[in-house]
Nanobody, 126 residues
Framework: QVQLVESGGGLVQPGGSLRLSCAASGFTLGYYGVGWFRQASGKEREGISC????????YYADSVKGRFTISGDNAKNTVYLQMNSLKPEDTAVYYC???????????????????WGQGTQVTVSS
């Protein structure tokens, strides 16, 4: 059964850090492009990062560039999103998604991804 499961969300103070995990089962993440999206309450879903480990390419939205880092661990079939210097505006439900490796060339278009996780809540508040 093909499945993506996110974990690592929670409540953190502004300026803090969290690491989100996206674990895959039923397929090999290393053969796919993996993106992270987020959706804040009342706002549209936003594509914030993507990795194509086979091509060694990454993408970051301007809103997270310099603060977030995406990486993959093929041995664990998992992709991570390290989030530093978190701000209240980073509060959202975070989703990972997997699609063909070419998604790295259009990483923010959700329709290009085939598999989605259930999401994990990140709340940045003092």
């Amino acid at each position: 059964q093909v499945q993506l499961v996110e974990s690592g969300g929670g409540l953190v103070q502004p300026g803090g850090s969290l690491r989100l995990s996206c674990a895959a089962s039923g397929f090999t993440l290393g053969y796919y492009g993996v993106g992270w999206f987020r959706q804040a309450s009342g706002k549209e879903r936003e594509g914030i990062s993507c990795i194509s480990t086979s091509g060694g390419m990454t993408y970051y939205a301007d809103s997270v560039k310099g603060r977030f880092t995406i990486s993959g661990d093929n041995a664990k079939n998992t992709v991570y999103l390290q989030m530093n210097s978190l701000k209240p505006e980073d509060t959202a439900v975070y989703y990972c998604a997997a699609g063909p490796t070419r998604v790295i060339f259009d990483p923010t278009t959700a329709e290009r991804y085939d598999y989605w996780g259930q999401g994990t809540q990140v709340t940045v508040s003092s």
